[in-house]
């Protein structure tokens, strides 16, 4: 039942504030004045972590790549599962291995786990469905609690993928004495905030994104850039933009565009910039300018602070409120979901099934 919402994506992406707590009620506790994660492997003593995942689920675990590697000082071995079944990774058997999947039924994420499991690491299953077959076959299991995700593209998925991956780097990081009690607290809080932010800023940011979907509608080719964990999420805008618009849109690092994309940027191609004000700000604008020296039409999604320190006449802006750096993606996902969204709509697409996809893919 699609409620008062047009599409199932739509209801979907306005329903994360809820599941997005649901799924940190699990894997969260706060007692007195503690605040704890309630997840966690065997992350101790393991050399590496190796994760495992497609599509969106793959992006999720990219950005996970960024918090095991910072807060737990854990190297991360990350590929598709279609090319991390058959590359024959040197895994060391004391490794622990993640695999992330809305369905549970990838057909090559499930032959993943099995390659890992041959070889005697640890698994565990990111999974929205707990009756599934990843589930099933894992030595541990993490629920997203998204509930059922009917759209073909994955949003709420996508997000609670990301709670249950950060609750399981900062549970790695106090297991591995990377982070203090107190530092691992404040993360948590960090995390308990998301919900009240996305819900402010699924209400706030609507006028903006209508607008601006009206001119991505035009345009034939569209290209996302950012800077650390915001560099998965451009890959995440172009993949939702993609699947459900069909315009064609890529997701590059921002530091990257001088090696080539540079070269397609004039004034037919918006260029999105993800740049909350964090360590990377003053570098992703950098790279933004460049763009717009070249004539490309900027979109800057950033946050207050992002949004005073730059200031670019021929720029549109969305501008979300200031977050701790750990809940940036989640919050910085919505934009990016609700842009695709509205495009797709008023290009007259079916956004629920796209044309070519399928929501479970359970052949190679
Ligand atoms: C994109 C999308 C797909 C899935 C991918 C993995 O919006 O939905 O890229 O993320 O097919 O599916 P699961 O998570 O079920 O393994």
Same mark, same amino acid.
């Given at each position: 039942?699609?409620?008062?919402?047009?599409?199932?994506?739509?209801?979907?992406?306005?329903?994360?504030?809820?599941?997005?707590?649901?799924?940190?009620?699990?894997?969260?506790?706060?007692?007195?004045?503690? +605040?704890? %994660?309630?997840?966690?492997?065997?992350? &101790?003593?393991?050399?590496?972590? !190796?994760?495992? =995942?497609? #599509? /969106? $689920?793959?992006?999720?675990?990219?950005?996970?790549?960024?918090?095991?590697?910072?807060?737990?000082?854990?190297?991360?071995?990350?590929?598709?599962?279609?090319?991390?079944?058959?590359?024959?990774?040197?895994?060391?058997?004391?490794?622990?291995?993640?695999?992330?999947?809305?369905?549970?039924?990838?057909?090559?994420?499930?032959?993943?786990?099995?390659?890992?499991?041959?070889?005697?690491?640890?698994?565990?299953?990111?999974?929205?469905?707990?009756?599934?077959?990843?589930?099933?076959?894992?030595?541990?299991?993490?629920?997203?609690?998204?509930?059922?995700?009917?759209?073909?593209?994955?949003?709420? +998925?996508? %997000?609670?993928?990301?709670?249950?991956? &950060?609750?399981?780097?900062?549970? !790695?990081?106090? =297991?591995? #004495? /990377? $982070?203090?009690?107190?530092?691992?607290?404040?993360?948590?809080?960090?995390?308990?905030?998301?919900?009240?932010?996305?819900?402010?800023?699924?209400?706030?940011?609507?006028?903006?994104?209508?607008?601006?979907?009206?001119?991505?509608?035009?345009?034939?080719?569209?290209?996302?850039?950012?800077?650390?964990?915001?560099?998965?999420?451009?890959?995440?805008?172009?993949?939702?933009?993609?699947?459900?618009?069909?315009?064609?849109?890529?997701?590059?690092?921002?530091?990257?565009?001088?090696?080539?994309?540079?070269?397609?940027?004039?004034?037919?191609?918006?260029?999105?910039?993800?740049?909350?004000?964090?360590?990377?700000?003053?570098?992703?604008?950098?790279?933004?300018?460049?763009?717009?020296?070249?004539?490309?039409?900027?979109?800057?999604?950033?946050?207050?602070?992002?949004?005073?320190?730059?200031?670019?006449?021929?720029?549109?802006?969305?501008?979300?409120?200031?977050?701790?750096?750990?809940?940036?993606?989640?919050?910085?996902?919505?934009?990016?979901?609700?842009?695709?969204?509205?495009?797709?709509?008023?290009?007259?697409?079916?956004?629920?099934?796209?044309?070519?996809?399928?929501?479970?893919?359970?052949?190679?």
């Amino acid at each position: 039942d699609k409620g008062k919402y047009r599409h199932f994506m739509e209801k979907e992406i306005h329903e994360q504030p809820e599941v997005v707590a649901r799924a940190l009620g699990y894997h969260t506790s706060f007692e007195g004045n503690r +605040a704890d %994660t309630t997840s966690c492997m065997d992350f &101790a003593g393991i050399p590496s972590l !190796a994760i495992s =995942a497609c #599509g /969106t $689920a793959y992006l999720a675990g990219l950005i996970a790549k960024y918090w095991f590697e910072r807060y737990a000082r854990l190297p991360v071995e990350i590929d598709v599962a279609s090319e991390f079944r058959y590359r024959e990774i040197p895994l060391p058997p004391q490794s622990a291995a993640l695999f992330i999947s809305q369905s549970g039924e990838t057909a090559d994420t499930l032959a993943s786990l099995r390659y890992c499991k041959a070889r005697g690491l640890k698994t565990g299953a990111v999974v929205n469905s707990r009756e599934s077959s990843i589930a099933r076959e894992a030595d541990a299991v993490f629920p997203i609690f998204a509930g059922p995700e009917i759209g073909v593209a994955s949003t709420k +998925a996508f %997000t609670c993928q990301l709670v249950a991956l &950060a609750t399981l780097a900062i549970g !790695a990081a106090r =297991a591995r #004495g /990377t $982070a203090t009690q107190d530092e691992a607290k404040a993360l948590v809080t960090s995390l308990a905030e998301m919900p009240g932010v996305m819900g402010r800023v699924l209400n706030s940011i609507k006028p903006d994104v209508e607008l601006l979907s009206r001119e991505l509608s035009k345009c034939h080719d569209v290209l996302y850039i950012g800077r650390g964990t915001s560099f998965p999420l451009a890959m995440e805008g172009a993949l939702k933009l993609k699947e459900i618009s069909y315009i064609h849109a890529e997701g590059y690092a921002a530091g990257e565009l001088k090696h080539g994309p540079l070269a397609l940027v004039d004034e037919n191609m918006p260029v999105i910039v993800i740049a909350p004000h964090d360590r990377f700000f003053d570098k992703t604008v950098s790279n933004m300018q460049e763009a717009a020296a070249r004539g490309g039409r900027i979109i800057l999604i950033t946050d207050e602070k992002g949004a005073a320190a730059s200031k670019l006449d021929t720029m549109h802006t969305i501008v979300l409120p200031v977050v701790d750096e750990i809940i940036a993606p989640m919050i910085f996902a919505l934009p990016i979901q609700l842009l695709a969204y509205h495009t797709a709509v008023l290009m007259g697409k079916d956004v629920d099934q796209p044309r070519n996809l399928a929501k479970s893919v359970t052949v190679e």
